[in-house]
Structure formats: C-alpha cells, structure tokens
C-alpha cells in the first residue's frame, strides 16, 4: 500500500498540570515545546479546548500563514471519548484502598491522575475522528505527543515531515510504533505487576497507521483497558499499548530505537 496523504495528529488539554503535587508542568511549557512541532511543513489536526485555540492558532500561522496545512478542532475536554467511558471507572479505581496498596509508585500521573489517562488513551479517538473527518484525505495517521520535540527550534522549523519515501519504505499493511525492544511479551499472569511497574516498551509519544486499520487499533485499545480496569490495575497508554501489541503482534511493525528518536528516523 502506498502512502501519498500522511497527516500529523496532536492535542492540547489543561488537565490541571501546573497544580498537581508531583509531575506537575506548565502549560507554557507545553506550548514552547509544541511549538516545535507546529512549526514542521507538514498536514496537522490539532485537537484541543477553547482556552488555546488563539494561542495555537496564532504559533501555527507564524509557519502556515493561511492555514491551508492546518485544522484546529475546539473539542471540549468532557466530550472525549474516554472521558465519558472511563473517567469515573478511573477515578474509582485510583481512589480505591486496595489499588493504593499495590501501587509501588503512588506519584507518577498514570497512577494518580485520571485526566492524564484519559488524554493519554483518548490518542486513538482523536486519530479516528480525523480519518472519519477525511481531512485532507488522508491514507495514514501519525500521532506526536505536544511535548514530543523539545531540541532547538532550528531543528525542526520547514523539515518536510515525513519523508513520504520514508513512510513508504514501512510495511503499511501494518501499524508501526517506535519502541525500546524489538520483541518482547506481556503474558496474562504477569499483566497487573507490569502495568503497575516503571518497565515499558512501546514509546506513546508518536506511532503511525493506514487509516483503514483504526477501528483495529481502537477495538485492541479499548478490550486492554476493560481488561486492566476489570482486574483492578492501570498503567500508562504505553502499557496499553504493550499489551494490545502482545495479544495481536502480526498487525503491529516495531522499530527499535531510543525516546524521541521518531522524528529523525521519519526525517
């Protein structure tokens, strides 16, 4: 299959970072680094709420003056997806006396923040609603964490990203995501000490796929949360996502490398 229509994906939501106790960031902070993305010659869907849509509206003019690359979808926070299916679910969970007693690492967001997951698990939605959206009739998603790029500006501002001929040198019958391991198994047994570890393999900052393998993606995300929930544990979308890799690996290609090291392999 070749790829001729890529369109990047993002999001930005106050999920009350710069108050939390632990973990916390600014959300200038998250601006200057997203900008960095904002600022690559490429076809970007932007997600986020009404309180940054002038702020991002504007960095993005700075590289794409009439926004002819560029959609910005004001998508209230309360209206995801996995808002509405598992943000009480996850707020029950993470209060819950006996989760709390298994937790080895009470203070990572994964843990304790379930607008962070939510955000974080709601990745394959906002991938969805651009490919049902059609923008810019895309043939493949790629998604890129806000805070993913966060070197010089200079390294980024008008690279040409992705190189098409890059993209299509993947197997795109498939969907890649970048990760620390070439191979490796999260088995049914050992699911609840892994997710509630520090131990990860798939890297949730950036991952690509055909658009007609979403509802594929989305079905596996969506059966590995149920599945954690149900059983009284969570982790982070990565462990989400080393999960579903494990239960369905002749769909996924992986790309052993380092973190952030997505852009320069795409480059």
């Not at 999001?11 to 680094?33: K, M, V």
């Not at 002038?54 to 926004?67: A, G, M, Q, S």
């Not at 007693?101 to 939605?125: A, G, H, R, T």
């Not at 509630?196 to 594929?216: A, D, M």
Request: glycine share 2%; charged share 25%.
């Amino acid at each position: 299959m070749k790829i001729t229509n890529p369109v990047v994906v993002m999001a930005l939501y106050d999920i009350g970072r710069d108050n939390w106790p632990h973990f916390n960031l600014s959300y200038q902070t998250y601006l200057f680094w997203m900008k960095n993305t904002l600022s690559l010659d490429c076809k970007l869907v932007i997600y986020t709420e009404s309180k940054f849509i002038v702020e991002l509206t504007n960095y993005r003019k700075e590289f794409d003056p009439n926004l002819e690359k560029t959609v910005i979808i004001d998508l209230p926070l309360n209206e995801l997806p996995m808002y509405n299916r598992y943000y009480e679910p996850l707020k029950t969970l993470m209060e819950s006396d006996n989760f709390k007693s298994k937790v080895s690492f009470p203070n990572v967001p994964e843990m304790s923040q379930p607008l962070y997951n939510i955000i974080m698990f709601n990745k394959v939605f906002f991938l969805k609603d651009t490919i049902e959206k059609k923008y810019f009739n895309n043939d493949m998603v790629i998604w890129a964490d806000a805070g993913g790029l966060r070197e010089s500006i200079s390294q980024y501002k008008d690279v040409n990203w992705p190189n098409i001929d890059k993209v299509n040198d993947l197997d795109n019958s498939k969907i890649t995501f970048f990760s620390h391991n070439s191979e490796f198994d999260v088995p049914k047994p050992h699911r609840e000490s892994y997710s509630l570890s520090q131990i990860r393999n798939i890297q949730g900052t950036s991952f690509l796929l055909p658009s007609n393998l979403i509802n594929e993606l989305l079905i596996m995300v969506t059966e590995s949360i149920d599945e954690s929930i149900n059983n009284g544990y969570i982790g982070s979308d990565e462990k989400i996502f080393d999960i579903a890799y494990s239960d369905n690996k002749n769909i996924f290609n992986l790309i052993k490398c380092s973190w952030r090291e997505y852009f320069d392999i795409l480059k």
